[in-house]
């Protein structure tokens, strides 16, 4: 692959996850996050791809049902994306508010996509398929980049539901959060196997009506305030 070939491929990734980046970011617009920490949460997203994919070849090895190795797969890629949020934001001062826990899991959800979808495009574009490439990186701009922000996002919403209660529910909400979101990936994953092409848009449809769950998500996070004490 020539160099120009692996800059195409950057973009084709990169420039669908930033306009979904620039769009969602505006839910947060009233108290906006530092411009860093939203990069920093992107480029942790990207590199993290770079370990899932080590621990993934390893599943892939030793499992052999298909539903166990993909049900183990989004497990990985959400846990892992999870701990590049928590090492990143979580802890920093500011992480202030019930919102802000989703808008740093879906900075990190889309920084995986697009060294996810990078990487996707890369083998038909090294062999002169632009036609091929564009195509292939609108169709997972479309699929598997939402479903990497709608899963990240419920993990966040999770978060933000108990941001001002003690550290037992958030744990347990936490736990709830992941469990829903890799049940949310691995379904999608499974539902485009050997999937025609009236099944694929069946599931882009599913994943666009989570998009729009997700976005009244954002609207109860945002009104979730500190228990009063009578």
Same mark, same amino acid.
């Given at each position: 692959?020539?160099?120009?070939?692996? %800059?195409? +491929?950057?973009?084709v990734?990169?420039?669908?996850?930033?306009?979904?980046?620039?769009?969602?970011?505006?839910?947060d617009?009233?108290? #906006?996050?530092?411009?860093?920490?939203?990069? &920093?949460?992107f480029? %942790?997203?990207? @590199?993290?791809?770079?370990?899932?994919? @080590?621990a993934?070849?390893y599943i &892939?090895? *030793?499992?052999?049902?298909?539903?166990?190795?993909?049900t $183990?797969w989004?497990?990985?890629?959400e *846990?892992?994306k999870?701990a590049?949020? !928590?090492?990143?934001?979580?802890?920093t001062r500011?992480?202030d508010?019930?919102?802000? +826990?989703?808008?740093y899991? *879906?900075?990190v959800?889309?920084?995986?996509?697009a060294? /996810?979808?990078?990487?996707?495009?890369?083998a #038909?574009?090294?062999?002169?398929?632009?036609?091929?490439?564009?195509?292939?990186?609108n169709?997972?701009?479309?699929?598997a980049? $939402?479903?990497?922000?709608?899963?990240?996002?419920?993990?966040?919403?999770s978060?933000?539901?108990t941001?001002y209660r003690?550290?037992a529910m958030?744990?347990?909400?936490?736990?709830?959060?992941?469990?829903?979101?890799?049940?949310?990936?691995?379904?999608?994953?499974?539902?485009i196997?050997?999937a025609? #092409?009236?099944?694929?848009?069946? +599931?882009?449809?599913w994943?666009?009506? %989570?998009?729009?769950v997700?976005?009244?998500? @954002?609207? /109860?996070?945002k !009104?979730?305030r500190?228990?009063?004490?009578?």
């Amino acid at each position: 692959m020539t160099g120009s070939q692996f %800059a195409g +491929a950057l973009l084709v990734g990169l420039i669908p996850s930033l306009l979904w980046l620039f769009f969602w970011m505006r839910e947060d617009a009233d108290q #906006p996050e530092p411009r860093s920490l939203l990069a &920093g949460c992107f480029f %942790a997203g990207m @590199f993290t791809v770079v370990v899932a994919i @080590f621990a993934e070849q390893y599943i &892939g090895v *030793i499992v052999n049902d298909i539903s166990l190795k993909y049900t $183990l797969w989004s497990g990985i890629e959400e *846990i892992f994306k999870f701990a590049a949020v !928590a090492l990143v934001a979580l802890f920093t001062r500011h992480n202030d508010e019930p919102i802000d +826990a989703m808008v740093y899991c *879906i900075a990190v959800a889309l920084g995986f996509a697009a060294l /996810e979808n990078a990487l996707f495009v890369m083998a #038909p574009l090294s062999h002169g398929e632009l036609a091929t490439s564009i195509i292939h990186g609108n169709l997972r701009s479309i699929g598997a980049t $939402l479903v990497h922000v709608v899963s990240s996002a419920i993990i966040g919403f999770s978060l933000g539901l108990t941001f001002y209660r003690g550290h037992a529910m958030k744990f347990l909400s936490l736990v709830i959060g992941l469990i829903v979101a890799v049940a949310i990936h691995t379904s999608f994953n499974l539902s485009i196997i050997n999937a025609g #092409p009236t099944d694929t848009l069946k +599931a882009f449809g599913w994943i666009w009506g %989570a998009v729009v769950v997700m976005i009244i998500l @954002f609207e /109860e996070v945002k !009104a979730v305030r500190p228990k009063l004490v009578t």
